[in-house]
């Protein structure tokens, strides 16, 4: 399969992944939501990474949710002190681009 198709094919997955997850949200618990949403986060970069584009950052982070998301099911209070410290995490990492 040529590059360029293996990378849409992809994202459609992903895409198609998180239309369904958003649908079935409606009917789950609603820390699914956060759980789905950095679950996409952890697949894109993953993406990323099988196409070459690599960055140790997204590469970081990826390893902080893999290590993490499972948290929404055992504590409560550690996955969204985890979801504060990623964001504040990224943020420190934006900032470090201006």
């Known amino acids: 399969m040529k590059q360029k198709n293996k990378f849409m094919k992809e994202i459609l997955y992903l895409l198609s992944n998180m239309i369904v997850s ?45 290590e993490n998301k499972y948290k929404v099911s055992i504590n409560e209070e550690e996955f969204l002190s985890f979801l504060d410290s990623l964001a504040q995490h990224t943020l420190t990492e934006i900032n470090k681009l201006d």
């Open 22 to 66: 958003a649908n079935e949200l409606y009917y789950e618990n609603k820390l699914y939501g956060p759980l789905r949403l950095i679950d996409s986060v952890s697949k894109l970069i993953k993406i990323l990474e099988n196409n070459g584009h690599h960055c140790t950052f997204f590469s970081e982070i990826k390893h902080l949710i893999e």
